[in-house]
């Protein structure tokens, strides 16, 4: 069984960083592709950025692009997203993805508030 615990999300100011972080346990084949999502009210979820298990980024959402940057750790199991100069657009709930074996894993989410 695999499971996704996000962390880091909070209340922030427009032009404020945040650092969410994830860990994954369980079973973890190595060719897999880490990302993360995000799903504001009333909206779709959608996709914020991805990197393959040996640190290749396949990239960014346009909104984001300059501003948000991950990374992952595959001693540690945990893949992370620096999130820099927020605006209030980015305040949504952000979910880490998993996607090895041919299906997705979620997080639970974690919210990201971005308001003065």
């Known amino acids: 069984q695999v499971q996704l615990v996000e962390s880091g999300g909070g209340l922030v100011q427009p032009g404020g960083s945040l650092r969410l972080s994830c860990a994954v346990s369980?079973?973890?084949?190595?060719?897999?592709?880490m990302g993360w999502y995000r799903q504001a009210p009333g909206k779709e979820r959608e996709f914020v950025a991805a990197i393959t298990w040996n640190g290749i980024n396949l990239g960014y959402a346009d909104s984001v692009k300059g501003r948000f940057t991950i990374s992952r750790d595959n001693t540690r199991n945990t893949v992370s997203l620096q999130m820099n100069s927020l605006k209030p657009d980015d305040t949504a709930v952000y979910y880490c993805?998993?996607?090895?074996?041919?299906?997705?894993?979620w997080g639970q989410g974690t919210q990201v508030t971005v308001s003065s």
């Open positions: 993805n998993l996607h090895q074996t041919g299906r997705p894993y």
């Open positions: 369980g079973y973890i084949v190595s060719d897999n592709v």
